[in-house]
């Protein structure tokens, strides 16, 4: 497989299946000198695990960070940074069954195509949200990386289904009440009706997609590296590589086709000798380039595909159709445990980026 790192400055290449040894990401160009330990890592790590309810998977990943290289007395050298989280709780007699119908929704047969088979399909293999686990141990760095310039990166559950948060949140209701509730919501009251929207697909054996907002904050003017290197572009690239997203978008986003220029354009003004826009349409972006303004990216995530509901698929061995059951642990929304890997993320780009304009040097800390 190519197509496993991403990233300029600050490279991220991840590896793992669902059911093999470990998921792992390696991260390559991180600064000397950044203050760093396996705590660190796994304090993101355990935001991705939303607790055992019936909201979430019966699988029960122990999720324990392990640093192998890039990290000497506490602070990262400058080399490559190995990490990675051990399969645990893996049973994968179920996949046999159903090697060759390929699931409704999943990548098994894209998958069996492109790779003539020799692909692991247990648990979905590569194409698995397990995966994601990499993308926040990345975004763990990234965010102390930001921590040094000053950037505060956010995400929270916007909408689960049906159901949407229809107020205006402040930042201090993110920070406070996102991690409060099996869901991930900053709204409490929006957040119970979300809880009761997924228990009653999952009686149903059926699944609920959502959306989940990022911000990030106190950004400095001049991010993005255009035309395309731009700063929204990188960041949706990313969003893409998350499992099960199907949009991604900035600011008033798909709203912005039905506004009139004069609505949409964020107009200036000065507060505080700073300029700022009384707007914020745009997303915190204009031209692929951050201009200060809080950056607002929202992330839409189809429904888990994995349903206990009959549906019809094919035996590709024996080149007919036929009917599929789908058994498992599987998460009936995936909303709540996609938001670190959203906010990890757009962290790491967001990082990527500010290497790339030195707005964060390559040595952090002189001994």
């Known amino acids: 497989m190519n197509g496993n790192s991403i990233g300029k400055a600050l490279v991220l290449t991840c590896f793992g299946e669902s059911h093999g ?49 890039g990290v000497y007395r506490g602070y990262t050298t400058g080399a490559p940074i190995c990490m990675i989280v051990r399969n645990l ?20 047969y894209t998958a069996y195509v492109k ?21 926040v141990m990345a975004g763990a760095i990234a965010k ?10 956010l995400a929270h559950t916007t909408q689960i289904g049906k159901v ?9 209701d993110i920070r406070r009440n996102t991690y409060q509730n099996p869901v991930r919501c900053a709204d409490p009251e929006i957040a119970n009706l979300m809880e009761k929207e997924i228990l009653e697909v999952a009686r149903e054996g059926d699944s609920v997609g959502g959306i989940v907002e990022g911000v990030a904050l106190n950004l400095p003017v001049g991010l993005g590296e255009p035309i395309f290197d731009s700063l929204d572009a990188d960041i949706a ?32 003004a000065i507060k505080e000798g700073r300029i700022i826009t009384l707007t914020n349409n745009s997303g915190g972006i204009l031209g692929g380039i951050s201009n200060g303004m809080p950056l607002i990216v929202r992330v839409a995530f189809k429904p888990t595909p994995s349903v206990s509901k009959r ?24 909303v709540p445990r996609a938001v670190p890997v959203v906010e990890a993320c757009l962290a790491f780009v967001l990082a990527d980026h500010a290497i790339r ?11």
């Not at 709780?89 to 098994?108: F, L, Q, T, V």
């Not at 102390?144 to 990166?153: G, H, S």
């Open 115 to 135: 790779y003539s088979g020799y692909n692991d399909y247990h648990g979905g293999g590569r194409f698995s949200g397990r995966i994601t686990v990499a993308h």
């Open 311 to 334: 549906q019809r698929t094919v035996d590709l061995r024996m080149k007919k159709e036929t009917w599929i059951e789908v058994s498992g642990r599987h998460d009936p929304c995936i």
């Open 144 to 153: 102390k990386l930001l921590r040094t310039i000053n950037v505060e990166v």
């Open 164 to 172: 949407k948060v229809k107020r205006s949140l402040s930042y201090e």
């Open 21 to 69: 040894a470990c998921i792992g990401a390696v991260i390559d160009g991180c600064p000397a000198g950044l203050p760093l330990t396996e705590q660190d890592i796994q304090a993101e790590v355990n935001k991705r695990r939303p607790g055992f309810t019936q909201l979430s998977t019966k699988r029960r990943e122990e999720d324990k960070v392990e640093i192998l290289s």
């Open 89 to 108: 709780d893996i049973k994968s007699e179920r996949y046999e069954e159903i090697r060759y119908k390929p699931r409704p929704g999943h990548a098994d």
């Open 237 to 268: 690239r990313m969003m893409f590589n998350i499992p099960a997203v199907k949009g991604v978008e900035f600011g008033a986003g798909f709203q912005s086709a039905s506004m009139r220029g004069s609505e949409n354009n964020d107009q200036y």
């Open 357 to 367: 304009s030195q707005k964060i040097p390559r040595v952090l800390k002189k001994r």
